[in-house]
């Protein structure tokens, strides 16, 4: 993806720099027009542990693109990977172009402190307010991209096999930790059974009878996240959730099997709280509107999937939800397309990255008006 969004920019940027002429009015007859794009001056980029080469240089990418310098602060809980940032960056640019400053929460906040023309942040929508408060105090503009609980539609119609193939690529890569993966699932009651057969099978086919023992699974990044979603999984079987599969935890390698649960209650903190880790809930619905009502009443997320062979449930749930980007029949892949913006909406973040929109986020689009004669 980093490479690719390297690319795709070389091959664009010459289009996307040129001023863009807009049509004038009768009334300013012997004027012209154009939006001007120019860069918005030092940015600030604060990156994320989950992926975090392409979280900090994707945008990276698109700030070099419209012009300006930048500052790169990776996250202080993958300290062997900011290190190669650090390194790699120091080998192409001068650092009054680009620099990488490590460091801890103490070391964000200082660097907040400062007056950047751009902040572009990834991470927890609770961490992306504390950046925003920060922004206010100078008037920076914000990129945000956030997370926050994704839903996955699968109705009656769907080719099952597929999803269930889609979702557990999507959702266990990584062991979890992607803000885009499915948070959870809302399966139609009649082929819910079949679902949950087919997602188990999925499982022993990607990762083995035993997924501790599997080179393709991962673990979680550290005691703090393991014990987070570990107390999620014990607080939704406290509340009388079924685990039909996974479940084994193991601290000592920060182990969580890849799990799915049902009939996990409303208040429970697995459908209350991001899971970002290997827990996947699942709960059905009879109606499409009960699913449509349960996405709506939670705040907007990041991503939303419907898996469906039904063109009007695709439009309904199309017009009826908002979210930052929509799979129809796949999970992710979204993100992986250049051309489109990357970005949230409301709980899940302001703002896009990626491509043109990427471009477009840290450049100012000056109006200019000329008038040519009287």
Not at 98 to 112: I, M, Q, R, W
Not at 279 to 295: G, N, T
Not at 303 to 332: D, M
């Amino acid at each position: 993806p980093v490479t690719g969004a390297i690319r795709h920019t070389r091959r664009n940027l010459r289009r996307w720099m040129q001023p863009n002429r807009v049509p004038t009015p009768l009334s300013f007859v012997g004027s012209s027009s154009w939006v001007q794009y120019e860069p918005k001056g030092v940015c600030l980029i604060i990156s994320p542990w989950n992926f975090p080469f392409n979280l900090s240089f994707v945008p990276l990418v698109s700030a070099i693109a419209a012009g300006n310098t930048a500052i790169i602060k990776p996250s202080e809980m993958t300290p062997h990977s900011s290190a190669v940032i650090k390194k790699i960056v120091a080998e192409v640019f001068s650092e009054n172009e680009v620099a990488v400053v490590e460091g801890d929460v103490e070391t964000s906040k200082a660097l907040l402190a400062l007056p950047f023309n751009h902040i572009f942040f990834t991470g927890a929508p609770s961490i992306g307010k504390e950046v925003m408060k920060a922004a206010a105090e100078h008037l920076t503009s914000v990129t945000l991209e956030l997370g926050g609980k994704s839903p996955a539609i699968i109705d009656e119609t769907a080719d099952l096999e597929a999803a269930a193939r889609r979702i557990v690529r999507g959702k266990f890569a990584n062991c979890g930790q992607i803000c885009i993966a499915p948070d959870y699932l809302l399966v139609q009651e009649t082929v819910q059974d079949k679902l949950l057969g087919l997602l188990k099978n999925n499982l022993t086919s990607f990762y083995g009878e035993d997924a501790s023992l599997s080179e393709d699974y991962a673990c979680l990044v550290n005691d703090k996240h393991f014990q987070r979603v570990k107390n999620y999984l014990e607080d939704a079987k406290a509340h009388g959730a079924n685990i039909v599969a996974g479940g084994q935890t193991d601290a000592g390698k920060r182990y969580i099997a890849p799990t799915i649960v049902t009939n996990v209650p409303d208040h429970s903190l697995l459908m209350r709280e991001e899971v970002f880790g290997p827990v996947l809930p699942v709960r059905s619905f009879q109606q499409l509107s009960e699913a449509i009502d349960f996405v709506n009443r939670g705040e907007l997320p990041l991503t939303l999937s419907i898996f469906s062979k039904n063109k009007k449930n695709i439009q309904r749930v199309l017009a009826e939800t908002s979210a930052g980007g929509t799979c129809i029949n796949h999970a992710q892949l979204h993100f992986y397309n250049h051309d489109l913006p990357f970005g949230g909406v409301g709980n899940s973040g302001m703002g896009n990255a990626h491509g043109w929109y990427g471009f477009s986020e840290f450049s100012n689009a000056r109006a200019v008006y000329k008038q040519n004669f009287w």
